[in-house]
Structures are given as C-alpha cells and as structure tokens.
C-alpha cells in the first residue's frame, strides 16, 4: 500500500482586486503558513509524499520575493515528506518559467522535485508517478489521460498514480481547450495502467466519474466565492486489488463564501444581515451577498448602511454584479424626517423623479437626515449588531 497526500493550485503570489493592500498582505501569509499545514498533516498521517497537482505559483514568472518564502516552507515540509511539484498552466514550463530562473534550481530543497518531464517518474521500488506537466500556456500534447491509455499494465504488487493538470470533458465548460478525457481515464484504470488520478485546475475539491479514483483536491485556501469545498488536502490509500480512500483534512483558515437572497421588505434585510454575522471569523472572510427583489428607499437605505458598518469588520464584502434590486419610493419613507427648507424642497423634487439616480439620491437624503435609525425597524436593529 501507498499513502499520499494530493494537493494542488497555491496559486502563491495571487492578488484578489476585492481586498485591500493590508488585507492582502494577510491573505498571501496564510497561503505561505497553508503550506506548512499542509506538510504538518502529511507527515501526521504518515504519507510518503505529498504531490502538489499544477499552479503552485500564480504567474509563470514570480518575483524572487515571493517565491522565496514559499521555498522556505516547502524546505521545512520536505524535510519530513518528500514534494513532487507538477507545472501547470499558470506555471508552465518554458525559458522565461520560474523552474527555469538561475535562482530556482540552486535554491530549491533537494527533497522538492519539479515534474518536468511527461512520463514515469519512480518514486521507490514498486511506486510509480505518470506524470503530465504543461509546457506552455496551452494544454500539453502528452496529456494525462493519453499517457494513461498507452502506458504498460501495472504489475501485481506495483502502484501507479496518474498526476495531471486540467479541465475534465464531462464538466469543462465551451471554452475549455483540449479537455481530459474522463472515458480514457477510467478505461485506463480498468486496465490497471493506472489506480488513481490526482488532478489540478479545478479549485473545488471534486470526484470524477464514478469510480472513485478520479479527484481534484481543490486549492487549500479558497480563491473565489463560487467554490465547492476549498481548502482541504486529500490523503489518498492505494492498494493493489482494493479500494482506494480518500480522506480530506482541512487545511484553510479563510472563508470565500456566496448566498442568494430575494428581498421582500425589512425582514428579508434582515436575513442577509443575520448570515453576515453568522461568519465566525469575520476578518479572514470574503462574503458576498447576492440581493435581488424590491425594496423600499428607506428598507434600501438601512441595508446599505448595515452592510456599510460591516465592511470594517470583514477582508471583504464585495458587491455582485448578478444582484439586481428594485428601489421603489414609499409615502412612509418620509413621514418622521421633518425636513425644512433646502431639504425640503429637494426631497419633493427627486420624488418627482422616476430614475435610479434620484432614488440613490433620496436613501442617502434618508441616510444623512437619520432616516435610517428614525425608524425602529428589523434592519435599523439589525445594523447596530455586530457592527461594533
């Protein structure tokens, strides 16, 4: 039997346009410090190494200083379990690529391995890597699942795991180049040319096909709101003639997380508001609410300037261009704000007015004359909870 662990996609020296240079800066450390998770849990468990599925690096060339870091950590990971590092389509291999930079080499911990050949790499007698690195920005010719379906049966007491990089025929979407093969591939592991296939690109920890032996592990720390269980490492048990398992361990300390709600009045506000402070660790939390329904100027006034109090205590609340409300002006809106002069006669003025830019004009008359704490409603309520 083999035990080892699969990751993939650090993506390490990603920026997030949705978090400020502060934010940032602690979100980068905790993609560093998930590396060092990565290796305390692959030594814990016992693993023989750990392979890390394309992408390690966000861009094919990374700056000294931030690379560095990273190969400090994988030199304290590797001194305990070896690490097998696969090229991928954001760090694919050519002339300008950071594995081919005159620092990577003599830098690099002599137990981290770059996959830079397509091929079999033998990890000890009886354990085997077919392996698919991508050599340009475009999906390599030797993919995993051709290698897979020409490459010799395995014997009896050997293990061989396919290591690739790359979107999957059976969920890629149109614009997908060149997709694995996901028939191919479980053909090959009925064969036994293969008897497992760790994968990388998709950021969502992911089982393919139906046999149980197809996985992306998802990135260890989550890098956009749409994904399916990030942040987790898989380890994997493969024993000739038996089932394999795969057992995830969570590795992020970070949340990205996304939730529709239609909005019908105060309490649907407030709805939006209770998930926002349901997050525990509010700091280390990208949420994005997606709004769509009607509400009120003064309902829409409230929510906004709740989420707005919020907005300090999160890494971000980003807004979703898929959310669409509807403002609509009401009669009661207006009735306790007891406006004079000026004021006065702009609020008859932009009530007059049917445009998004008059009801924006009114929530923030609304805001700035206190209309949104006159009324003790849910959301007013709401907006002083957790905002402090």
Known sequence: MVRFAHTADWQLGMTRHFLSPGTQGRYDQARLEAIERIGRIAAAEGCEFIVVCGDVFEHVQVARKTAAPALRALRAVSAQVPVYLLPGNHDHL???SIYASHWFGPERPANVHVLNQPGVVEVRAGVELLVSPWDGKQPPAEQIDRLAARAPIIGPDAVRIGVGHGGVDTSASQLTEDPISVAT???ALAD??????ALGDRHSRTQVGATGRI???GTPEPTATREIDPGQLLVVDVEPGAAVKVTPHQVATWTFGEREFVLRGADSADDVLAWLDGFPAPARTVAKPILRGELTIAEHARLTEAIEHRRDLFAAIPASGRSDVRV???DQDFVDLELTGF???ALE???GVD???ARDALGLLLRLAGGSDAKAGGVAMASGAGAR
């Not at 036994?192 to 296939?197: A, K, S, Y």
Request: avoid cysteine.
């Open 343 to 345: 004021a006065a006669e």
């Open 185 to 187: 591939l479980e053909k």
């Open 94 to 96: 050519s002339s300008a």
């Open 192 to 197: 036994r040319r293969i008897d497992f296939v």
């Open 349 to 351: 003025e932009l009530r």
């Open 328 to 330: 609509r002006s009401d």
């Open 355 to 357: 445009s998004d830019t």
């Open 215 to 217: 996985w992306y592990s």
